[in-house]
Structures are given as structure tokens and as C-alpha cells.
């Protein structure tokens, strides 16, 4: 079945920037995705990436993908205090469906 | 962008009662809604796919006659966990899918705690 894995925790300095990995297993998956989560809260979709793409960049947001190692990645720049939250990298492996399979979230702390 | 709804935000009920938890596109017409539960520190899990005005598809593990599931709607899906106990306690989230697009709007989420 899918498995999607992140690590746990990043801690970074105000103005560094941050890189928030993922790996997956499935390589059927046709979207990849970049989800937000604060506190006591739903998901925000910060980004999505085709599977036949290598980069996407939208303002201070750049995701890159290695589909043979199958390895995603999500660099924030110049991160903020605002930026502190979970990210959730999540698969599809069919685009009519948009069953998603998420990963287990990583824990970004912004420091002055 | 497009706006999903949940109502309650959150909810705490008596073990044995039965909870009704409403998932609402606001500007959209869902054709395709999802139900998640996350419990606490952990990743979402999805629990069934509700498409309008057919039975919804659980996911390996989850109690359809628990968690029943009605999309009567193009705009509103409702899950209704039925006689809940302490282990249902979670933060459930729905999602719903823009018809033809490639990706899911997120509702905000209700925290139910059953004591």
C-alpha cells in the first residue's frame, strides 16, 4: 500500500530558509501536495505538483520532486514566525479520485 | 478560494449519544466529499469517500454502521457517529472537491470529546 513518511520536527531561525522533506512509495502517484495545519485547525493547500514536473515555484514557496528516488521536498524562504505550524505532504494516485494519502506531518518552529 | 464549512467546531456528548457532524461547500458544488479523522499528533487518516446520492465507500477498518454518512447534497455531506464512546474522541475533517479540479478544499475541523 502507499506509505508516505516525513520527519517530525525543524526548527529554524526568522529570515533562514526552511526544507521540509517527504518520501513515498508508490509510484503511481500522480499529484503530490503540500498541506498547512495550525493549531486546532483544518488543512490549508499550499501547494500541488504534478508528477511529470521536477520543480514549482509560487513566492516564497519552491517544491521540488525526484521522482526516481521519489523524494519531495518543500524549501519555505525567508521563514516567518507566521510560517510555524505542521505540513503535511500528501499523494494521489489517481487524479478522478483524489483519494489522498498523507504523511505523518512535520512540526516547523520558527525562532527569533 | 473556495470555502468548506463544518458545523459544530466542536462538541462534547455523553458516551452512547449520537453525534451529527455537517461538511459544507460554500461556493462550490461538490460532486466528491471525504471524511478524515486525526487524532491527536498524528496524520490524517481517511475514513470514506461520500459522493452525492450514492453510498458512501468506507476504507479498510471503518464501521459503516458507526459512522454513517449521508451527501444528499451537491453542498453538504453529514457524518453522524452513532452511539459514540471515549475511543471516537478525535478531530474529524472533511474535505470536498471542486468538480473538475484536481484537488480538495478543506473544511476546518470539529473536535468531538465523548466522556
Known amino acids: 500500500g502507499e506509505d508516505v513518511e516525513q520527519s517530525l520536527f525543524l526548527s529554524v531561525r526568522e529570515g533562514d530558509s526552511s526544507v521540509i522533506n517527504c518520501t513515498y512509495t508508490?509510484?503511481?502517484?500522480?499529484?503530490l501536495y503540500w498541506y498547512k495545519q495550525e493549531p486546532g485547525a483544518g488543512l490549508q493547500l499550499l501547494t500541488y505538483?504534478?508528477?511529470?514536473?521536477d520543480m514549482k515555484q509560487d513566492q516564497r514557496l519552491t517544491v521540488l520532486l525526484n521522482k526516481k528516488d521519489k523524494h519531495l521536498s518543500l524549501r519555505i524562504a525567508d521563514t516567518q514566525t507566521g510560517d510555524s505550524a505542521i505540513y503535511f505532504c500528501?499523494?494521489?494516485?489517481?487524479?478522478?479520485?483524489?483519494?489522498?494519502?498523507f504523511g505523518t506531518g512535520t512540526r516547523l518552529q520558527v525562532t527569533l | 478560494g473556495a470555502v468548506v464549512s463544518q458545523h459544530p467546531s466542536w462538541v462534547i456528548c455523553k458516551s452512547g449519544t449520537s453525534v451529527k457532524i455537517e461538511c459544507r461547500s460554500l461556493?462550490?458544488?461538490?460532486?466528491?466529499m471525504f471524511w478524515y479523522r486525526q487524532f491527536p499528533k498524528q496524520s490524517l487518516m481517511l475514513m470514506a469517500t461520500?459522493?452525492?446520492?450514492?453510498?458512501?465507500?468506507?476504507e479498510q477498518g471503518v464501521e459503516k454502521d458507526k459512522f454513517l454518512i449521508n451527501h444528499a447534497s451537491l453542498t453538504l455531506s453529514t457524518l453522524t457517529v452513532t452511539s459514540a464512546h471515549p475511543e471516537d474522541s478525535s478531530f474529524y475533517i472533511c474535505?470536498?472537491?471542486?468538480?473538475?479540479?484536481?484537488?480538495?478544499?478543506f473544511g476546518p475541523g470539529t473536535r468531538l470529546l465523548v466522556l
Open positions: 500528501a499523494e494521489s494516485i489517481s487524479g478522478t479520485a483524489s483519494k489522498l494519502t
Open positions: 508508490d509510484s503511481s502517484s500522480t499529484y
Open positions: 474535505s470536498a472537491r471542486d468538480h473538475g479540479r484536481e484537488t480538495q478544499y
Open positions: 461556493d462550490f458544488q461538490a460532486t466528491t
Open positions: 505538483i504534478f508528477s511529470n514536473m
Open positions: 461520500s459522493n452525492e446520492g450514492s453510498k458512501a465507500t468506507y
